[in-house]
């Protein structure tokens, strides 16, 4: 059961004065008694659900939750990372009855997830990051992640089979961990095909700014990258953007193979509804959900596209054997003999770090033959 209301919950405490206000509206829209259920569960997304990205990936997630019986899902999308997500959960846990919250954007945890997990204590809050610590955060808040570096290295194998020109490229937001990881992932990937392979990556310095992504994207095939995959929110842009301009796509966190199927190898994706669907049915059973939760592709916390009509024979037997061998845990992608792209060695010979280990939570290079980087 899905609730959406033409009026958003952060322009109803702005027009009624806060929390206050709430009663006052009442006869205007229903209040939580009008939605019993077992469960009731709240979604905040930074963006768009129909995004092609990241907010539709977390939606597809809620919209496994819609169908357990006895759970009530409330969602708000476009909600920025300011004091409005406060109120837009303030209001699902007042207004609506929620008792567990996914607010979903990185910028969400400090200080606004943190504000509220202190002043409702029996409200589960569930942060889609790496950013609780249990020394210093409420015990009501968690932490889940995945482990989609090893989709973006099976999204290289891919790509390393499609190019000609050797060169593929990266159209990235923030120089943050997990975007390094991504973009080594799919370079090593490539470079498992071809060692002579190099990526070229663009920094657009914003999560979700559809001019500079078509502009990266466009300077990228001017310097003849072929194959191109991102890690912004929305990557219907770089996508068709991409395939406009002839080159082969990977796409990530959803499936955007019908923006461009001729084009579209494979993509990296999450698979929020299990993950969802596992919070959900834990809290609803009475148990007690961890505040520290991480899965990759083995554990289904990732998918990858189906494959498309342009991966050649030989790039679908690598890709299927690869994904065959991490499926089976411990592989690493990180391995040595390895430098960065400065030169310094980062893994020795027989040396590897495989996306548990912490030397990778906190990765702040990239590897020997990712170029030209900007910002």
């Not at 759970?71 to 409005?84: A, F, G, H, I, R």
């Not at 008792?99 to 954007?105: A, E, G, K, R, V």
């Not at 997990?178 to 190099?198: E, K």
């Given at each position: 059961?899905?609730?959406?209301?033409?009026?958003?919950?952060r322009?109803?405490?702005?027009?009624?004065?806060?929390?206050?206000?709430?009663?006052a509206?009442?006869?205007?829209?229903?209040?939580?008694?009008?939605?019993?259920?077992?469960?009731?569960?709240?979604?905040?997304?930074?963006?768009?659900?129909?995004?092609y990205?990241?907010?539709?990936?977390?939606?597809?997630?809620?919209?496994?939750v819609?169908?357990?019986?006895?759970?009530?899902?409330?969602?708000?999308?476009?909600?920025?990372?300011?004091v409005?997500?406060?109120?837009?959960?303030?209001?699902?846990?007042?207004?609506?009855?929620?008792?567990?919250?996914?607010?979903?954007?990185?910028?969400?945890?400090?200080?606004?997830i943190?504000?509220?997990?202190?002043?409702?204590?029996?409200?589960?809050?569930?942060?889609?990051?790496?950013?609780?610590q249990a020394?210093?955060?409420?015990?009501n808040?968690?932490?889940?992640?995945?482990?989609?570096g090893?989709?973006?290295?099976?999204?290289?194998?891919?790509?390393?089979?499609?190019?000609?020109t050797?060169?593929?490229?990266?159209?990235?937001?923030?120089p943050?961990?997990?975007?390094?990881?991504?973009?080594?992932?799919?370079?090593?990937?490539?470079r498992a095909?071809?060692?002579?392979?190099?990526?070229?990556?663009?920094?657009?310095?914003?999560?979700?700014?559809?001019?500079?992504?078509?502009?990266?994207?466009?300077?990228?095939?001017?310097?003849?990258?072929?194959?191109?995959?991102?890690?912004?929110?929305?990557?219907?842009v770089?996508?068709?953007?991409?395939?406009?301009?002839?080159?082969?796509?990977?796409?990530?966190?959803a499936?955007?193979?019908s923006?461009?199927?001729?084009?579209?190898?494979?993509?990296?994706?999450?698979?929020?509804?299990?993950?969802?669907?596992?919070?959900?049915?834990?809290?609803?059973?009475?148990?007690?959900?961890?505040?520290?939760?991480?899965?990759?592709?083995?554990e289904?916390?990732?998918?990858?596209?189906?494959?498309?009509?342009?991966?050649?024979?030989?790039?679908?037997?690598?890709?299927?054997?690869?994904?065959?061998?991490?499926?089976?845990?411990?592989?690493?992608v990180?391995?040595?003999?390895?430098?960065?792209?400065?030169?310094?060695?980062?893994?020795?010979?027989?040396?590897?770090?495989?996306?548990?280990?912490?030397?990778?939570?906190?990765?702040?290079?990239?590897?020997?033959?990712?170029?030209?980087?900007?910002?």
């Amino acid at each position: 059961m899905s609730i959406n209301y033409k009026t958003s919950r952060r322009n109803l405490l702005k027009s009624t004065a806060g929390l206050a206000g709430l009663a006052a509206m009442s006869s205007i829209i229903p209040g939580k008694r009008a939605f019993a259920a077992d469960l009731t569960v709240g979604f905040v997304y930074v963006g768009a659900k129909d995004d092609y990205g990241y907010n539709q990936a977390h939606a597809e997630g809620a919209a496994a939750v819609k169908e357990i019986e006895g759970v009530t899902v409330v969602e708000e999308e476009n909600v920025p990372e300011d004091v409005s997500v406060q109120k837009t959960m303030e209001s699902m846990i007042n207004f609506d009855g929620a008792s567990l919250i996914f607010p979903t954007s990185f910028g969400y945890f400090d200080p606004h997830i943190l504000t509220m997990a202190k002043k409702y204590p029996d409200v589960r809050f569930e942060h889609a990051g790496g950013m609780w610590q249990a020394d210093k955060h409420p015990m009501n808040v968690g932490s889940y992640f995945g482990y989609i570096g090893m989709g973006q290295y099976l999204n290289g194998i891919t790509a390393g089979h499609a190019t000609k020109t050797k060169k593929i490229g990266f159209v990235a937001a923030k120089p943050i961990p997990q975007v390094l990881l991504n973009i080594n992932s799919f370079l090593l990937g490539a470079r498992a095909v071809d060692p002579t392979i190099t990526c070229q990556v663009i920094f657009t310095g914003e999560w979700s700014l559809a001019v500079k992504e078509a502009e990266a994207t466009n300077a990228l095939a001017d310097q003849g990258a072929d194959v191109i995959t991102c890690h912004v929110d929305g990557p219907k842009v770089v996508m068709e953007t991409a395939a406009g301009r002839g080159a082969y796509i990977c796409g990530y966190h959803a499936n955007q193979s019908s923006l461009a199927p001729d084009k579209y190898l494979t993509g990296a994706e999450w698979n929020w509804a299990k993950v969802y669907t596992d919070m959900v049915n834990t809290m609803k059973g009475g148990g007690t959900i961890d505040n520290f939760i991480r899965g990759g592709l083995k554990e289904g916390f990732i998918k990858m596209s189906p494959l498309g009509p342009a991966v050649s024979d030989a790039g679908r037997q690598q890709f299927e054997e690869t994904q065959a061998e991490i499926l089976k845990g411990g592989f690493a992608v990180i391995k040595g003999p390895l430098n960065d792209n400065k030169g310094n060695v980062i893994a020795t010979a027989g040396q590897s770090f495989v996306e548990t280990d912490v030397a990778l939570e906190s990765m702040n290079y990239l590897v020997e033959g990712v170029v030209g980087s900007t910002s």
